[in-house]
């Protein structure tokens, strides 16, 4: 999801089509919007720098209410409880619009009045990993959309100096490699840790295309080489 700092650019096009590119502007101490035009990452212009992402990226509405719910967790006066209390209903909504990429076949149910509905249903083959410490905190939110589907659990650290990903723990469900995974880590920030963690997956047997990576905010890598 977004911070609010963010605005999505999606480029224009007749056709649309799967291969069109997101631009997301990230701000940095000037929210003026006079310039609307898309500039690669590389070409940063009246303090903003444009980041072109995959059209595989999910971004949640920035509606007011995930802006309040920003604005609160931000807060260095918002109380524990507050806090704790928005984070996970943050959590909630990335969860379930990670549980709606997930694959549904078509099923007809019959209601109580006797009519038959045409519905979906997931298919099987679902399961969850959260990145410790913190990707743990979106367990429950999982939980409390699918109450029986599992968990597994890896621990990485990186070195402060280099930014190096090392593997310290992991433990997934012995079928893991027929599953479709839910990797759950809150804050991205090098993103080193979750393409260690991917690498881990993948060394699982779980295919790329199945891995969905569920994700509260995202910031930019601010360096010397963005600021040539």
Do not use: W
Not at 35 to 56: F, R, V, Y
Not at 89 to 100: D, S
Not at 155 to 172: G, H, M, N, P, R
Request: proline content about 6%; overall charge neutral.
């Amino acid at each position: 999801m977004p911070c609010p700092n963010q605005q999505v650019v999606r480029s224009s096009s007749a056709h649309p089509d799967h291969s069109t590119m997101k631009q997301v502007r990230f701000a940095s101490g000037n929210n003026s919007d006079s310039d609307s035009q898309d500039k690669p990452c590389e070409t940063p212009e009246n303090g903003h720098s444009h980041i072109e992402l995959g059209p595989q990226l999910k971004l949640l509405p920035l509606n007011d209410q995930v802006r309040e719910l920003q604005t609160i967790i931000r807060d260095k006066t918002t109380s524990r409880g507050d806090f704790v209390f928005c984070a996970d209903r943050l959590i909630r909504l990335v969860v379930e619009e990670g549980l709606n990429q997930l694959p549904y076949t078509e099923c007809v149910v019959t209601t109580p009045t006797g009519y038959k509905y045409e519905g979906v249903r997931f298919e099987r083959g679902n399961c969850g990993v959260s990145i410790m410490r913190s990707g743990e905190a979106m367990e429950q939110g999982l939980r409390d959309c699918c109450r029986s589907i599992r968990i597994g659990k890896i621990l990485i650290q990186s070195d402060e100096e280099t930014l190096k990903a090392k593997v310290y723990y992991a433990k997934f469900p012995p079928d893991i490699y027929r599953r479709k995974v839910l990797l759950m880590y809150p804050i991205l920030s090098s993103g080193n840790t979750v393409v260690e963690a991917v690498r881990v997956l993948t060394d699982h047997g779980v295919q790329p295309s199945h891995i969905i990576l569920l994700s509260l905010f995202s910031t930019p890598h601010v360096g010397d080489n963005l600021a040539e």
